[in-house]
C-alpha cells in the first residue's frame, strides 16, 4: 500500500468512525449502543494498524482494545515458536499496566483448544461449560470469563490472543465473537508486517 492509498484509507476510516459517534449519539436502544461502541473500537484499531509503525504500541493497543470489550482481567499475546508451541510475547492488564513473564500464568487447557480447532473460543461463565468447569489450570485461576482466538495470517498460524477475569462476562452476543476475531486478524496483519520489515532491514 503506497502512501496516497494509506491516506485514503485512513480517510475511509474517519468517515465511517465519524458515523459511528453520531449515531451513538442519535441511538436510545442499549443493544445498538453496544453494537456501535464495538464498531467504534474495531475502527479505532484498524486506523491505528494502518498508521501506527510501532509493532509493541499496536499490540498494546490490540491487548488493550480486548481488555476493553472483554470486560476482562489480563489479556496475553503468545507467538508459536519453531516447534508450534505458543510462547509468551506480551501481557496487559486491565489498569493499563505491562505484564510479566512471572504473571503469564493461564488456561492451558482452552490455549489448546484454540490452537488445535483454530477457531476463537469464548467461555462468558466457565462454570457453565462442561467441557472446561473442571480443568486444573482454571480451577486454579478461579476463572470465570475466558477469550482466546488465533492469528491467522493467510495460511500461517502466529500464535494466538488470550484474555480472561476471576468474574463471568455480564453480556454476551455473538458481536463478541466477531469482535475477538476481528482484533486477532489485526494482530496477525501487524506481526506479519512488523517481521517481514524485520527481515528486510536485517
Known amino acids: 500500500m503506497d502512501d496516497k492509498q494509506r491516506q485514503d484509507h485512513l480517510d475511509d ?9 453520531r449515531d451513538l449519539e442519535l441511538t436510545q ?14 475502527l479505532q484499531v484498524t486506523k491505528s494498524l494502518h498508521s ?8 498494546a493497543l490490540i491487548l488493550d482494545s480486548m481488555l476493553a470489550f472483554a470486560e476482562a482481567d489480563r489479556a496475553f499475546l503468545m507467538l508459536l515458536d519453531e516447534e508450534g508451541a505458543p510462547r509468551f510475547k506480551m501481557g496487559r492488564s486491565y489498569r493499563g499496566a505491562y505484564l510479566s513473564q512471572d504473571d503469564f500464568v493461564i488456561s492451558t487447557s482452552v490455549v489448546r483448544e484454540t490452537l488445535s480447532t483454530m477457531e476463537p473460543i469464548i467461555l462468558a461463565d466457565v462454570l457453565q461449560d462442561t467441557q472446561f468447569s473442571k480443568r486444573q489450570s482454571i480451577t486454579d485461576l478461579n476463572l470465570r470469563t475466558i477469550m482466546a482466538a488465533p492469528l491467522r495470517y ?19 452476543s455473538k458481536y463478541h465473537l466477531s469482535v475477538l476475531s476481528s482484533l486477532a486478524d489485526q494482530a496477525a496483519v501487524a506481526i506479519y508486517n512488523a517481521q517481514k520489515f524485520d527481515t528486510r532491514t536485517g
Not at 436502544?29 to 464495538?38: C, F
Not at 493467510?154 to 454476551?172: E, F, V
Open 13 to 21: 476510516v474517519d468517515s465511517v468512525l465519524t458515523d459511528v459517534r
Open 29 to 42: 436502544s442499549i443493544g445498538e449502543k453496544y453494537e456501535l461502541r464495538a464498531l467504534q473500537l474495531l
Open 52 to 59: 501506527q509503525e510501532d509493532i509493541h504500541a499496536l499490540v
Open 154 to 172: 493467510q495460511d500461517q498460524i502466529l500464535g494466538l490472543i488470550y484474555a480472561d477475569s476471576q468474574r463471568p462476562l455480564a453480556r454476551y
